[in-house]
């Protein structure tokens, strides 16, 4: 099939989408991917088989998007932009990534009368409420949860197929009238054929925690520092190294200084992708200590299959498909959500049993080379499109 994929993003980077790309494409089928500009110029690129058309984005456009539901500007620009593609190419269906543009996807779907896929990487209305930008005073006034509610309600049962992250997902969404047959669950397990495992590299002596990814209020990194108050009583050369950055850093490096925790906690920036599985490797605990919302209980971070592929033992949240998630790959502890003294004792009882974090570490490097990769999951993305093409 001929599948015009829409992303609001730049790409590359975006580790779903190229794994969706690379997969179909060996399938058989030819994808051209709209996607915003990194650059101040319009330019068409090949990227493993796909042709990648990317189209320059105004600050305004960018900033509009926060009020797309109220106001036409990025759904003008939007349609502008796919009119274009489709004046060059001619397609056999649209596979859209998040909920945002679906109404404009909806719209080009019935004009050129092909299906329409949604494929919903995360929980769009419930990360809009937490999402900082929308809880100012303009956001509030531009971005209404109600309205991302029903207009997530809405494209659900306009969409021909509906790919969900997790299980836990598409309990959400699934509605009497909506036909669970066509949504189709594709977590973000990894590509066996992208990570190799070399074992774990010498440590100096330290217990060793680790956490990548965004550095936000919602990401629970507070609880963990809270617990590390307590966890140094026990094992003062506690070490916890994080990869990445974002708006709570500030905060939380305040609240290091003022605790004393400077010699425990070391903020890495974000780091390649070969430098972060580097300090993984070397670390002993892997982290996930997500807030517990509507949007994290429904969620499926690509990292939770890393850590138990790399044999490291994980500690998270009682987040709802996190949890069933270690549950099945027995590969680590859950705590309840923001209690930092049970998750300091979770911390105290793994960094002392080596023999524990051993065997949890081996059971989730085996579910992940038996269940939970790219190449199991993957099926589910290439089924959707064969029963398109029936």
Not at 13 to 38: F, M, N, W
Not at 55 to 83: D, E, T, V
Not at 129 to 151: C, D, E
Not at 177 to 201: A, H, M, Q, V, W
Request: hydrophobic share 40%; charged share 30%; glycine share 4%.
């Amino acid at each position: 099939m001929r599948i015009l994929m829409i992303l609001e993003n730049t790409f590359p980077p975006d580790v779903r989408v190229e794994k969706e790309i690379k997969s179909l494409d060996t399938a058989g089928h030819k994808i051209v991917l709209a996607c915003s500009a990194p650059t101040s110029r319009d330019e068409i690129i090949t990227w493993n088989g796909a042709t990648i058309i990317r189209k320059k984005m105004s600050r305004f456009i960018y900033k509009s998007s926060i009020g797309c539901l109220r106001f036409p500007f990025y759904f003008n620009y939007w349609r502008k932009f796919l009119k274009y593609v489709f004046s060059k190419y001619e397609f056999d269906a649209i596979h859209l990534h998040d909920l945002p543009l679906a109404k404009v996807a909806k719209e080009f779907s019935v004009k050129h009368q092909i299906p329409f896929v949604l494929d919903l990487h995360e929980n769009w209305p419930a990360a809009m409420k937490i999402a900082v930008h929308t809880n100012t005073f303009l956001g509030k006034i531009l971005s209404s949860n109600r309205q991302w509610q029903n207009y997530e309600r809405k494209m659900l049962f306009q969409a021909d197929k509906v790919i969900a992250v997790v299980e836990e997902m598409k309990e959400r969404i699934s509605q009497p009238e909506l036909d669970d047959k066509n949504i189709y669950i594709l977590p973000n397990t990894i590509n066996l054929n992208d990570i190799s495992f070399e074992g774990s590299t010498a440590k100096n002596g330290h217990s060793t925690l680790f956490y990548a990814g965004g550095i936000n209020f919602h990401r629970g990194l507070q609880i963990v520092l809270q617990a590390l108050k307590e966890v140094k009583k026990e094992i003062p050369n506690i070490l916890f190294n994080i990869v990445g950055s974002g708006s709570y850093e500030k905060v939380l490096k305040n609240y290091v200084r003022k605790n004393r925790l400077k010699g425990n906690v070391v903020f890495l920036g974000w780091k390649s992708y070969d430098e972060m599985m580097d300090i993984l490797k070397k670390s002993d605990i892997a982290l996930i200590p997500h807030l517990r919302s509507e949007q994290t209980d429904n969620s499926s971070p690509n990292k939770i299959f890393q850590y138990a592929f790399m044999k490291k033992p994980v500690i998270c949240s009682d987040c709802r498909s996190l949890k069933r998630l270690i549950s099945e790959m027995k590969s680590g502890v859950v705590y309840k959500d923001r209690n930092y003294k049970e998750l300091s004792r979770e911390i105290i009882r793994l960094s002392k049993d080596k023999k524990l974090r051993d065997k949890l570490g081996e059971s989730g490097h085996e579910a992940v080379l038996n269940k939970y990769n790219w190449q199991k999951s993957s099926s589910e993305l290439l089924r959707l499109y064969e029963e398109l093409k029936d």
